[in-house]
């Protein structure tokens, strides 16, 4: 198919992209790059001389590391050859040959989004960059238009209030990245040695008891890294999110900067007020908290202190060993004291202290708060958590969700870490409309069910690290519990395929990573278990307590530790985190074993 300059038709379409009007139709009336290939050659400029690596900030700590006869790591060195926000003319050319990368190329790729994720599938996945996890319905439109044509026809949510789209062929990488910038989304360095999504309290303003709204927060800091080159191509990987008191938790003590609104009150050493918290080094797949710093900013304190805490880690970082190059290493070798004294050479006003607990405790997390309906501090409006089993939706799910929102709501979309979403701003007398329309759907919003708590990461449907199929497993447990076992409060089960654990294991009520399990002659995907997790003011790793569970033993395993749980239990309200903590291991093992299940029929 030849395709020229666009039709006046064609034009009024594309006018539709920025009013978010008739998105998806306009999306359809636009060449694919395939099909623009078909168009007479125009010539591209390519980069002149020396090929240009890393923004100098990151160049220059290589090269103290190569100075003092160090070698850097596979990545480091490919990062040293090229950056990968200049690689455009080589993701084109991949996409006009139909080939996928090779070798550190596939590293490189990331920095624009894509991720080979070849032999799960082989195929792209693009990772999305959404600040706050907060877009717009013409937005949702137009990545369910994406997913439909150019992947596998659903999206993932993430967790960290995430989407990506799977499945993306070779010829295709240009056609995603075009249509997400077409809707304002812009994944660059969603993948890499980059600071990944910025995540924030998904019902910032709107929520009842927020001591902050934390939207502009996580945007400009989006923007902040979107506009700074030295921003990419870190050692390794940083994770950024802002909470701002409110009934969702935005996870921010798992985060390497996590900064967390506390309310001061009169009579202390810094004027009363509501400040942020700072706290390091958050990485729970290493089971680490993120460490209170006793800093106390303002909010308009909190870019300029990410961006030089992000400066020194660039500085000081590990570049030779990939292990030992998340910050939380750099604090482990230097102590906070060191890293904020160097953080504070960087900015141009003093850093208040104050001791966690000279401030006033945290607004109590509700657990049921990101599923089923919630008034909002507007008066009369409602938001309603939607629950997505595992993170995933269809297009067309997608598509009725933009609806529902446009219809009933504000046209807002709000992803949460616990991959669900919320619709906002629905007056009480939609509710009925709202709920129907779910339904219809195939969707819904109760948050008692197994399946509230489910996290799940991708697992090795679509990731070549991971040693079982962790969504399919865990709609397994949510398909046999939820007939069978009615729960007063939410429990979280985290599925999670490696060491990665992008599913935060060690933070779940009960936790599963995944395991090869040798089972007489074969051997099985699997499982090792481990219970008790918690975060925020109820923070807690999880401990282990399986070793090698196969994966079709879980759903009656599962029963049979929810079971104990609610018989033995001292009150409806203590949890199963509190439950677990009065046990030693055996002790639970006694009670678990000890429960009769009947068989299903
Ligand atoms: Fe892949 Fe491991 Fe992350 Fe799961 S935890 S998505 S298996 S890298």
Request: charged share 25%.
């Given at each position: 198919m030849t395709t020229q300059a666009f039709t006046e038709e064609q034009k009024n379409y594309l006018d539709g992209f920025t009013m978010g009007a008739g998105l998806s139709e306009a999306m359809q009336m636009l060449p694919t790059f395939a099909q623009a290939l078909n168009l007479p050659e125009t010539p591209r400029p390519r980069d002149a001389g020396e090929p240009q690596g890393l923004a100098d900030a990151n160049r220059l700590a290589q090269d103290r590391f190569l100075a003092a006869g160090k070698k850097l790591s596979l990545e480091e060195q490919a990062k040293r050859k090229a950056n990968g926000l200049d690689i455009w003319d080589q993701v084109m050319d991949h996409a006009r040959d139909g080939r996928f990368p090779k070798g550190t190329d596939i590293f490189m790729f990331k920095f624009q989004g894509m991720f080979y994720v070849a032999p799960a599938q082989d195929s792209f996945m693009c990772r999305l960059r959404i600040p706050g996890g907060i877009m717009s319905s013409s937005q949702l439109r137009g990545v369910a238009q994406l997913a439909e044509d150019f992947g596998g026809g659903y999206t993932d949510v993430t967790t960290r209030a995430n989407l990506q789209i799977r499945q993306i062929g070779a010829r295709h990488t240009v056609d995603v990245l075009m249509g997400l910038n077409d809707v304002g989304i812009i994944p660059r360095g969603s993948g890499a040695d980059n600071i990944r999504n910025v995540t924030a309290s998904p019902t910032a303003g709107i929520d009842l008891r927020e001591l902050i709204d934390t939207r502009p927060l996580a945007r400009q800091m989006h923007h902040y890294i979107l506009h700074h080159r030295e921003m990419y191509g870190l050692p390794r990987k940083f994770n950024i999110a802002?909470?701002?008191?409110?009934?969702?938790?935005?996870?921010?003590?798992?985060?390497?900067?996590?900064?967390?609104?506390?309310?001061?009150?009169?009579?202390?050493?810094?004027?009363?007020?509501?400040?942020?918290?700072?706290?390091?080094?958050?990485?729970?797949?290493?089971?680490?908290?993120?460490?209170?710093?006793?800093?106390?900013?303002?909010?308009?304190?909190?870019?300029?202190?990410?961006?030089?805490?992000?400066?020194?880690?660039?500085?000081?970082?590990?570049?030779?060993?990939?292990?030992?190059?998340?910050?939380?290493?750099?604090?482990?070798?230097?102590?906070?004291?060191?890293?904020?004294?160097?953080?504070?050479?960087?900015?141009?006003?003093?850093?208040?202290?104050?001791?966690?607990?000279?401030?006033?405790?945290?607004?109590?997390?509700?657990?049921?708060?990101?599923?089923?309906?919630?008034?909002?501090?507007?008066?009369?409006?409602?938001?309603?958590?939607?629950?997505?089993?595992?993170?995933?939706?269809?297009?067309?799910?997608?598509?009725?969700?933009?609806?529902?929102?446009?219809?009933?709501?504000?046209?807002?979309?709000?992803?949460?870490?616990?991959?669900?979403?919320?619709?906002?701003?629905?007056?009480?007398?939609?509710?009925?409309?709202?709920?129907?329309?779910?339904?219809?759907?195939?969707?819904?919003?109760?948050?008692?069910?197994?399946?509230?708590?489910?996290?799940?990461?991708?697992?090795?449907?679509?990731?070549?690290?991971?040693?079982?199929?962790?969504?399919?497993?865990?709609?397994?447990?949510?398909?046999?519990?939820?007939?069978?076992?009615?729960?007063?409060?939410?429990?979280?089960?985290?599925?999670?395929?490696?060491?990665?654990?992008?599913?935060?294991?060690?933070?779940?009520?009960?936790?599963?990573?995944?395991?090869?399990?040798?089972?007489?002659?074969?051997?099985?995907?699997?499982?090792?278990?481990?219970?008790?997790?918690?975060?925020?003011?109820?923070?807690?790793?999880?401990?282990?307590?399986?070793?090698?569970?196969?994966?079709?033993?879980?759903?009656?395993?599962?029963?049979?530790?929810?079971?104990?749980?609610?018989?033995?239990?001292?009150?409806?309200?203590?949890?199963?985190?509190?439950?677990?903590?009065?046990?030693?291991?055996?002790?639970?093992?006694?009670?678990?074993?000890?429960?009769?299940?009947?068989?299903?029929?």
């Open positions: 802002f909470d701002g008191g409110g009934a969702i938790s935005a996870l921010e003590d798992t985060n390497d900067i996590g900064f967390a609104a506390v309310l001061v009150d009169e009579g202390k050493s810094v004027e009363a007020g509501v400040y942020f918290r700072v706290q390091l080094g958050g990485i729970t797949g290493h089971k680490d908290f993120a460490r209170d710093t006793g800093l106390l900013l303002k909010a308009e304190q909190c870019i300029p202190f990410a961006a030089a805490a992000v400066k020194v880690f660039i500085e000081h970082g590990d570049r030779t060993d990939r292990r030992k190059a998340r910050l939380k290493y750099l604090l482990d070798k230097w102590g906070l004291d060191k890293f904020v004294q160097e953080v504070e050479k960087g900015l141009p006003f003093k850093l208040a202290r104050l001791p966690l607990s000279a401030c006033e405790p945290r607004p109590i997390i509700n657990r049921m708060a990101h599923l089923g309906f919630h008034a909002q501090k507007q008066p009369n409006l409602y938001y309603v958590g939607v629950v997505l089993p595992v993170g995933r939706m269809r297009s067309a799910q997608m598509r009725g969700l933009a609806d529902i929102a446009d219809r009933y709501g504000s046209g807002t979309i709000r992803l949460t870490v616990w991959q669900n979403l919320l619709i906002s701003d629905i007056p009480p007398e939609k509710v009925g409309a709202v709920k129907l329309e779910l339904r219809q759907l195939g969707l819904h919003w109760a948050a008692t069910s197994v399946r509230a708590g489910l996290v799940a990461c991708t697992g090795n449907a679509g990731c070549k690290y991971a040693a079982a199929n962790t969504k399919a497993h865990a709609t397994e447990i949510a398909d046999y519990l939820d007939s069978r076992i009615k729960l007063d409060q939410p429990i979280n089960i985290h599925l999670t395929g490696c060491h990665n654990s992008c599913a935060q294991h060690y933070i779940g009520d009960i936790g599963l990573i995944g395991a090869k399990v040798n089972y007489g002659d074969e051997v099985f995907e699997g499982y090792h278990m481990f219970v008790g997790g918690g975060y925020g003011p109820h923070q807690d790793i999880a401990r282990e307590m399986y070793r090698d569970v196969r994966a079709i033993d879980l759903p009656e395993l599962v029963e049979r530790m929810l079971r104990a749980f609610l018989e033995n239990r001292l009150a409806a309200e203590e949890t199963f985190r509190e439950f677990i903590k009065r046990y030693t291991t055996d002790e639970l093992k006694d009670l678990f074993d000890k429960q009769e299940i009947a068989v299903a029929a």
